[in-house]
């Protein structure tokens, strides 16, 4: 069982940054690849990022690319999402999930996951 709380949302203006962060208990974090996703009201959720287990390996969508890093600490059981240059196509609510240990490459989409976060709402005004 894996319990994932996402934290760093917020309001903030196009061309700011928000980090974005997920914490996880249980003691298969380390082994488990992670994803950020997003839906935006009215639309399907969508993959922003995801991470192999050692964090060796990331994956960015080709609509946040150059913008978004996605990055994790297993010693503090914590994946985190950088977002620069932020658009108001933006906003969503984001989410972080866990996938099991045996998921292929690049893990991009939402039926690869297992475990889900609440999300964290971000908006950006323009």
């Known amino acids: 069982q894996v319990q994932l709380v996402e934290s760093g949302g917020g309001l903030v203006q196009a061309g700011g940054s928000l980090r974005l962060s997920c914490a996880a208990s249980g003691r298969t974090f380390s082994t488990s690849p992670m994803g950020w996703f997003r839906q935006a009201p009215g639309k399907e959720r969508e993959s922003v990022a995801t991470i192999t287990s050692s964090g060796a390996k990331t994956y960015v969508a080709d609509s946040v690319k150059g913008r978004v890093a996605i990055s994790r600490d297993n010693a503090k059981n914590t994946v985190y999402l950088q977002m620069n240059s932020l658009k108001a196509e933006d906003t969503a609510v984001y989410y972080c999930?866990?996938?099991?240990?045996?998921?292929?490459?690049?893990?991009?989409?939402?039926?690869?996951?297992?475990?889900w976060g609440q999300g964290t709402q971000v908006t950006v005004s323009s």
């Open positions: 999930a866990a996938a099991p240990r045996s998921s292929m490459w690049p893990f991009a989409s939402a039926n690869t996951y297992s475990y």
